[in-house]
């Protein structure tokens, strides 16, 4: 498929790599930043699709919202993994008037969209047996733009969701004691780490974790890749975890 690259920072790179080495073909960069390598433009609205299967944008929360909406006006499928933003619900419709298909996921790491099942179901159970109190912890680089990670509000979604008292989410460092049903988010910005989300249940007398760390972005712009390569022929908004249980039943 031939492919557009809306932002080609630190995933962009990557995305471009793991794409070439599955045989798909650089065709437009949209960046403030002069392009090599392939024709560019510096914003969205500057650039000419013509030809472009899929485009993937990863740039910036500020961004994003608009460059999802520019590329589905223009009839552009889009793999956007951009975090720090929530898709209005009314861009399945657009999508699906434009007939193209929009997969917006907060990480598309195949191990991580596992690990969401694995966390909601022992969430489930944790609150169930009750006595155990829910936290995430999640570390990235400095140079991440949101905290916490759209990973990490995702997970505190799932376990507010899984748990049957339904604790409250609390984001950051509040002053003062946390309501006892509090599910703390916790994030750490230092250094190079490319992600790590920690889920906790502890009790009085034990504590158990359980833990997903990314080696290197390789993972996330494989993800975006299989993403790219699944939305062909459909339309609408999706998540990862369609893309995902394909994968599950294929066996791929």
Request: hydrophobic share 40%.
């Amino acid at each position: 498929m031939n492919y557009a690259l809306v932002g080609r920072g630190r995933m962009g790179q990557a995305v471009e790599r793991l794409a070439g080495e599955r045989g798909h073909r650089l065709a437009l960069v949209v960046d403030p930043a002069p392009g090599q390598g392939a024709p560019s433009a510096p914003a969205v609205g500057n650039a000419d699709f013509t030809g472009i299967d899929v485009a993937f944008e990863f740039t910036l929360p500020g961004e994003a919202p608009g460059n999802v909406d520019a590329l589905v006006a223009a009839g552009v499928p889009v793999v956007c993994g951009t975090t720090g933003w929530t898709p209005d619900p009314r861009l399945h419709h657009r999508a699906r008037e434009k007939n193209v298909a929009v997969v917006v996921a907060p990480n598309f790491s195949v191990g991580v969209n596992l690990f969401f099942m694995v966390v909601r179901d022992a969430a489930a159970r944790f609150g169930a047996a009750g006595g155990y109190g829910d936290w995430i912890l999640e570390s990235h680089h400095r140079g991440k733009a949101d905290a916490p990670s759209g990973t990490a509000r995702k997970l505190a979604e799932i376990v507010s969701a899984a748990d049957p008292r339904s604790p409250r989410v609390v984001e950051g460092n509040p002053e003062g004691r946390l309501p006892q049903d509090a599910l703390h988010v916790a994030s750490i910005r230092a250094g190079n780490e490319p992600g790590m989300h920690t889920v906790g249940f502890d009790s009085p007398h034990d504590e158990v974790e359980l833990r997903h760390r990314l080696r290197n972005r390789d993972g996330l712009a494989l993800g975006a890749v299989l993403a790219a390569e699944w939305l062909a022929g459909r339309s609408g908004l999706f998540d990862f975890q369609p893309v995902l249980l394909d994968l599950i039943e294929k066996g791929s």
